[in-house]
């Protein structure tokens, strides 16, 4: 079984940045591929990024490509979510979670564990 507890969200104008953190509990995290979803009001759960297990491949949905930027601390059992250029189209509650095979998808059916989510909120 795997936690994961997300934190950091919060209300920032446009323009502004936000670091959200996801931490995992177990002693397995460096094994796992982990990825950031959202969803806004009224809309499905949508793709943001996902970090391989070693950390050297990411991938990012079209919309934050050269705005957000994902690490890992797998000492820390750690993922971040670095959020610059903020924009009201950000507005969403982002969920991070573990895809234990490691597969890197894009696909929110291949993670088999979820964070509660934390609420990002961008005023105009």
């Known amino acids: 079984q795997v936690q994961l507890v997300e934190s950091g969200g919060g209300l920032v104008q446009a323009g502004g940045s936000l670091r959200l953190s996801c931490a995992a509990s177990g002693r397995s995290f460096g094994s796992y591929a982990m990825g950031w979803f959202r969803q806004a009001p009224g809309k499905e759960r949508e793709f943001v990024s996902v970090?391989?297990?070693?950390?050297?491949?990411?991938d990012y949905a079209d919309a934050v490509n050269g705005r957000f930027t994902v690490s890992r601390d797998n000492a820390r059992n750690t993922v971040y979510l670095q959020m610059n250029s903020l924009k009201s189209e950000d507005t969403a509650k982002y969920y991070c979670?573990?895809?234990?095979?490691?597969?890197?998808?894009?696909?929110?059916?291949?993670?088999?564990?979820w964070g509660q989510g934390t609420q990002v909120t961008v005023s105009s």
């Open positions: 970090i391989t297990r070693s950390g050297r491949v990411k």
């Open positions: 979670a573990a895809d234990v095979d490691g597969m890197a998808t894009r696909r929110g059916s291949t993670y088999e564990y």
